[in-house]
């Protein structure tokens, strides 16, 4: 199986006393379903990873996989955490649950450790003990560390570590690790870099904006496809601004605002994330009556 | 009580398969009690903090509550994590188990979203239901996050929150704080800053070195509370290097190494941070043998 | 006139004794003028334009202005410098000798101060005052400054301020520029981005690779027009490591080193830039051979 | 001769029109003579260094040069400029005017070029020409490079390079600079730093504030030579916000706005900077009068 094509890596949704609302999560993903995505991830950046527990990271994974079974789609886990033993036992419980592959973000807390020895011996590990793709998650943005190339050629090497997401939007790198390495699997973090991606062979992307605007995402991918390049500029440009509120801008609370405005359930947020103010509600409402309207 | 001197913040020992060696943690709990330190703090940066689960964390807490109960000197605990609500729930589980306050690293994984407003509101509500005195921990090499001076004044405000330990040795920083607020409890972040830190009006140092070489730092103390100030400086600058080794240096598994040459059980690192190698422990021994000289 | 296509930012030939080689510069000039380029640009990044004197600049130009002068390209000045009205002195200088545009680096020794009203007072004097359209240069790497896209957004209304070159490669925030100002030229700074940027509507690239290899990137030009994006993708990845090596890799002193293994003249730089070492020189022969081949 | 004790490192005055006044620079400088300074630095960062011409500095030299002659006191010039040869001439200049020693920031602009290779073969080609001691100034905030310790160390076994003056105020690379060559001097870079900087051996500051508030700063030094730390903690930590303001803060502009206030020439900025706000300006009026209250 090739992973490729659009991914949300969605919100994990909660109660207003911030427990986890799984029929929510049902709900949403449903919905999902019957968008242009070709999957989802979960838990990523979008997801709140980082606040949620190993048993609610287990109770979504359960909850993806009974919505997914039969669905003719995948959905990816999110298992990267700051130890390896740790990342490993949660890689097998996603498999077990049903995850086509696994997007793993680096242990980042002792930044200055986490050398090309260390990161090579933990996704190494990880890799040989997987049952399921291994895929390297790189943003520097909220970890701190951004691959080297010369980490990533390496990486590329072994048979379970088949791709990447980049959320630095980094196309140089990219370039460089798809000469080196033209078979490596590499996902735009966002749909804003979703063409210039595309342009240098990458498989698609996963990003914020595809929980509430798949459509437009999927129409600059189907534009490629069909060399129908002025078609596909013209859309990518068009979402700049949506796209940079919902993830950059106004963060996850951004996101589940904006969802909440087109039919999923976002809720809030948990805390330390405070739900967005009074100014980014009017500027994500006028962006997403100008999405509705194009 | 008010808080100063001189602290260790203790790395937690792990046996050769990575599991917690509380066995050991007690050994050197009662040895650390034997040297000049006015108390320890667990678990910091140097504890592998990161790397335990909610079940370690308190399993050392209560270790470590047994050994100094009515030994005079006291400990503090590290109960900063990523949610607001976890983070207060393991901070009444330290004050249950003896801890005389709670040293708190900021929530780091949406270092965009941690702004001035999250950042009080967190440790507002953090410092409103802790029966102990909250202090903030500045670490940026780690947690991408710097406190500005604006937010550090603000916080400065809650009566239960008394102070912080600066990582990032920032003197102008510190000063400026200081001049604010003159009654805040200013720690340095490294046995290499005391001095700077001491003139000008810190409470002391929460150090790596500390751990293994409480004397020198305590002498410095001791110089500089007695206005022998080419003595202190004397000392302070004879530590420099070994006080870099072991921290910004060599990380963890440096600590981990260097208490194993004295007298304390190191023991190895949990992965992904791997142990030291040839290189650098010839460059430790060398460091420590020079300093059992001195 | 439209500023458009493939220019290559040239780099200023030495002598041995670091002295200006007009002639050298002179014989180069004729034999850009039969590559696949629209144009060239100098002084800029890769001419050592902080290492020439006001005298030196305008020799340059002088030649340059002969050389073109009928030749159907055109050429673009460097006139960015610290001070307000030195750069818009050297400006008109340009404009007398023939430039058909400025690029313009910003003021950037006291970063701090470079705010969104300092640079825009900055720009819109010089564009009040310049014969010819105004280029920004936004290179982060050399200026420690990043151009904030509302300043971008701002500047883009006044009428003489008609593009930038972004050599951040900043996919992303030049996609967002282009929603706001949709006439506004950008130019890729580097030729491993030309294809992505182009993608998202970029008018060209002024880039360190097409003073030796100004073939294969119009090719990846001619082949976007062509809407043949298999091709255009695989051109665009082979030159990736070149790419790399002859800018971020080995800066100057390797491209000057390349353009002496292609039929140029590179020569010497100037201190305290040193030539390439014996490991550089080798990697480059190597991937200019590849280049040769392909 | 030592250098050492408490440096300014002057404004130099324009007149409205931006161009130099040679006479308000004359009239500044006797003022400064009555200060309890040590000397003056010019050009440095505070000088607008950046934005003189070669002409302009050495008008100012031979301006400080006799103003000095037989006062008793020295004055250091700033030499650095992006090119090798060009430094060392300005240096042969500086030694002719009467500097007594050159502060040398590094050649910047090719930031990532400028390794520890090419740093040591600069420095030591100029401290191999200069008649006149050799200090390193760092200023990362400005220069985007922070020397590496081990080129700090490497460069102070030059017998021509006797100090440096750090403006990243790293009391942590200056102690283990200190550890490594004990007689080498180090100047604190701002007067928040004085103390600290102090407390491990450095010799004195070249700050921005000794401009306009000499008096505290030496006060400080004096009674940390007393022995006298409470006095010096007091007044170190009553000046840390004016510090702040004069540099960090409000930048040169701030600066010549206070010494407006202070019985000197302050003047306007060159372009592209400009003058301190009216916010600005009811902020430093109330620092200055609170440090005449003093």
């Given at each position: 199986m090739t992973i490729s094509g659009l991914f949300a890596p969605i919100p994990v949704p909660f109660n207003k006393d911030e427990s986890l609302a799984l029929d929510k999560l049902e709900t949403n993903l449903k919905r999902w379903l019957s968008q242009p995505l070709d999957g989802v991830v979960l838990p990523g950046s979008n997801s709140e990873a980082p606040y949620l527990s190993d048993d609610e990271r287990l109770a979504v994974w359960q909850v993806c996989g009974q919505v997914f079974r039969d669905s003719g789609k995948i959905w990816l886990a999110g298992t990267g955490v700051e130890r390896t033993p740790d990342t490993i036992r949660l890689t097998l419980k996603a498999a077990e649950?049903?995850?086509?592959?696994?997007?793993v973000v680096p242990p980042h807390y002792y930044k200055k450790d986490m050398t090309h020895e260390v990161l090579l011996a933990h996704y190494r590990s990880l890799a040989d003990a997987s049952p399921i793709p291994v895929m390297i998650y790189n943003i520097p943005a909220f970890t701190g560390i951004d691959f080297e190339l010369k980490t990533l050629i390496a990486l590329a090497e072994h048979p379970n570590i088949i791709g990447m997401k980049d959320s630095s939007s980094n196309v140089l790198k990219m370039g460089q690790l798809l000469q080196a390495r033209p078979?490596?699997?590499?996902?735009?973090?966002?749909?804003?870099?979703?063409?210039?991606?595309?342009?240098?062979?990458?498989?698609?992307?996963?990003?914020?904006l595809s929980n509430v605007a798949a459509v437009p995402l999927k129409e600059i991918m189907n534009a490629f496809?069909?060399?129908?390049l002025e078609k596909a500029r013209r859309i990518?440009?068009?979402?700049?601004?949506?796209?940079?509120?919902?993830?950059?801008?106004?963060?996850?609370?951004?996101?589940?605002?904006?969802?909440?405005?087109?039919?999923f359930y976002g809720g809030p947020p948990r805390r330390p994330l405070l739900p967005v103010g009074e100014a980014a509600r009017k500027h994500l409402d006028r962006l997403i009556a100008d999405l509705k309207l194009a």
């Open positions: 649950c049903g995850a086509a592959g696994t997007l078979d490596f699997i590499v996902f735009a973090g966002t749909g804003g870099a979703l063409l210039p991606f595309l342009s240098i062979g990458a498989a698609g992307c996963i990003s914020a496809a069909a060399c129908d990518q440009i068009s979402i700049m601004e949506i796209n940079f509120a919902v993830t950059g801008g106004y963060g996850v609370p951004g996101l589940k605002y904006a969802m909440d405005q087109t039919g």
